[in-house]
């Protein structure tokens, strides 16, 4: 009987390892993924400062009062137009899944 209580601590020992195993697994996966998106991310954010010093820079140029108004009505609506379009796919996407 001591033969079967070891073996099958044995089996409950190898069971815990795989799941320990499997769960440093998704762990990794995980924050390769993360790493991924958070690059992704980042260049998305570097080119849009691009661009948009590429639209502000002449304005900031010619100085004056009023500049940042002027740099604020360049900009805003930009930022705004991109944030309905993120609004819109993600009430589309719920939608989609909510039928």
Do not use: C, F, K
């Amino acid at each position: 009987m001591r033969a079967g209580l070891a073996t099958r601590r044995a089996w409950v020992v190898a069971a815990l390892l795989v799941v320990g195993a499997l769960d440093l697994h998704s762990t990794a996966v995980g924050l390769r993924a993360h790493a991924r998106l958070r690059a992704r991310s980042l260049d998305g954010v570097r080119q849009s400062a691009l661009l948009a010093r590429a639209r502000v820079a002449p304005v900031v140029a010619a100085g004056g009062p009023e500049v940042m108004a002027r740099v604020a009505a360049i900009v805003e609506p930009r930022h705004a137009a991109s944030m309905i379009r993120a609004d819109r796919s993600v009430n589309l996407s719920y939608r989609r899944d909510s039928r």
